[in-house]
Every structure is written in C-alpha cells, then in structure tokens.
C-alpha cells in the first residue's frame, strides 16, 4: 500500500475519533470560553476532540511535527512531515447548535499540502483526498463544478476574528461578488467551505486571516477534485500566509481579478459603530 494511502487512513481514524468527541458533546456544552480576541471561542469539546485526535495520530507518528490549533506545535518541528489539525472548524456554529462544523486534519510534506481528512461528524459525511489519489466523500469520487461564469456562481467566504480590529476585515470583496455572483454564503467552517468547494456544491471560496490548521486539509480536497488554490493574485501560495483563493478552475482568473482589485470599504461607507 503507497506510503500515503496509510498516511491517509491513520488520519481518517484520528477524525473519526475527534468527530464521536465532538457528537458527544453536542448539545451539551457547559463551560464555552473567549481565546482572547472577541468571538473567537473555545470550549470543552475542542480540547477533548483535540486529545483524542493527538493520542492516535502521536501513536502513529511519533517521529512527525504537528501543528494543532489548541496545542500548539508538539512533536518532531525539523521533521519534513507536518500534521495540521483543527479538532472543531466551526466552533461557533457548535456553540450555537448550527450544524456546520468539522474535524479537518491535514498533512504538509515540505510544507506542500499532501493529505487531507475533513469530517462532519453531524452529517457522519467523511471527505477525504491524498495528492494523487484524487478525492471522496463517503469513498465516492468527488469533483468541483463546471460552472463558467461569475454571474451563474454560488460562492462561500468568511470573516476573521480580528474583523473589527482591521480595515482589510473581507468586508468589501463580500459586498463586491454580492453583486456579482448568485450569492455568496458565509459557513462558518473554512474546513466545511473547502469541502464544499470539492464537491461542486459551491464554485469558489476565497478568505483572509486563515491558520494552517483552517486549510491544509482542504486544500487537498479542492486540488484532487480538479480545483484551483492560490493567493488572491492567483499566485501560488503557502498555509502559513493567511489568505486563499480557491475555485473550480474555470472561475479563477475572474474571482482573482476581483480580489485583487478590491480595496477594504472607505471609513464611514458603512455604519459600524
Ligand atoms: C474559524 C472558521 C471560520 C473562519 C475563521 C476560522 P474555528 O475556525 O473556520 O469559518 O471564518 O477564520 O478561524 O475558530 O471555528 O476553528
Ligand atoms: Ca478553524
Ligand atoms: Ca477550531
């Protein structure tokens, strides 16, 4: 079996565990605290899904780097293997009871983006992609739209933590391929958007203020299930830069071309006070 299949499977064993974490909390939820910056929230289940997704994947790989979001970096960090787990994309959504959010590990092999697992435990669907290997849902082959125009595309976005404390908060590009497109949604789970992407249920997704463990896994899907990933200028980019566009192939240039052109909304445009 390729080195990565079985890298692919230990991953999809840590999800799985992460994900029975997390349903059984759900719902549940008694101590939900701020991280710091306002809205950015961590609760019990994050640290209890994050220990059970640690105690596998340490397990298997005691000689890798892992970047997780509530551990920080542990293990090997010279190692060229580099895990990148978010044990709840979507805390918020959780802590609400909506039910958009996933357990999203990824790989980094020198620093490339080479594995991907997002679950969503709620909805039990289980996407998966290695470089190479193509993508699945539920181990059905899955690939991104065919959708050629702006004007006929659904897109998904997000809004970071530090929104309110910055000009560049995506507010302007939102409103912008508002106008645009069929819709833009909000998700709530960089992870879930990424995924959505890869199945063609969205077109492109583009975002700011991302963490390595928001996109490494996604990343994968989108490019296995014949995708496109790059900055906003349509360069290639890396998980550590914080930005990302990603798209069906077909919508890039034009999603890009906006992006790119797009400056943070002129003070006093919108009421924010
Ligand atoms: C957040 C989600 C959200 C995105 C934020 C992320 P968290 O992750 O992915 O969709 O807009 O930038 O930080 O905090 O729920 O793990
Ligand atoms: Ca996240
Ligand atoms: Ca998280």
């Known amino acids: 079996m390729p080195q990565l299949q079985i890298f692919l499977d230990i991953a999809t064993e840590a999800a799985l565990a992460g994900g029975a974490v997390l349903m059984s909390f759900w719902g549940k939820l008694e101590n939900v605290q701020e991280k710091g910056r306002s809205g950015d929230l961590v609760t019990e289940a994050d640290k209890a899904a ?9 397990r298997h790989f005691p000689d890798h780097g892992i970047l997780a979001e509530e551990s920080g970096s542990v293990g090997h960090q010279d190692s060229p293997y580099r895990w990148a787990i978010d044990p709840l994309d979507g805390t918020t959504n959780y802590a609400h009871q909506y039910p958009v959010f996933a357990v999203s590990i990824g790989l980094l092999i020198e620093g490339v983006p080479a594995i991907g697992v997002v679950y969503d435990p709620y909805h039990q669907d289980l996407y998966r992609a290695a470089q190479g290997l193509g993508a699945t849902c539920n181990r059905l082959p899955i690939h991104v739209s065919s959708v050629t125009e702006l004007g006929r595309s659904l897109l998904v976005t997000g809004f970071a933590y530090d929104r309110r404390d910055t ?15 069929q819709g833009v949604r909000r998700g709530g789970s960089a992870a ?11 077109d492109g997704y583009w975002e700011r203020g991302l963490s390595p463990w928001d996109i490494t896994a996604g990343i994968v899907l989108v490019q296995e299930a014949g995708g496109k990933v790059t900055n906003y200028a349509g360069q290639a ?6 930005r990302l566009l990603a798209s069906n192939g077909y919508l890039h240039s034009a999603l890009s071309n906006v992006l790119s052109h797009t400056s943070p909304l002129a003070d006093g445009a919108v009421d924010l006070s």
């Not at 000009?167 to 497109?181: I, K």
């Not at 879930?192 to 969205?202: I, N, S, T």
């Open 50 to 58: 994050e220990a059970a997704i640690l105690a596998v994947m340490q």
């Open 167 to 181: 000009p560049d908060n995506n507010y302007a590009e939102f409103c912008r391929l508002t106008h645009l497109t």
């Open 192 to 202: 879930m958007d990424l995924a959505q992407v890869a199945c063609g249920r969205v």
């Open 237 to 242: 980019t890396d998980v550590y830069s914080g």
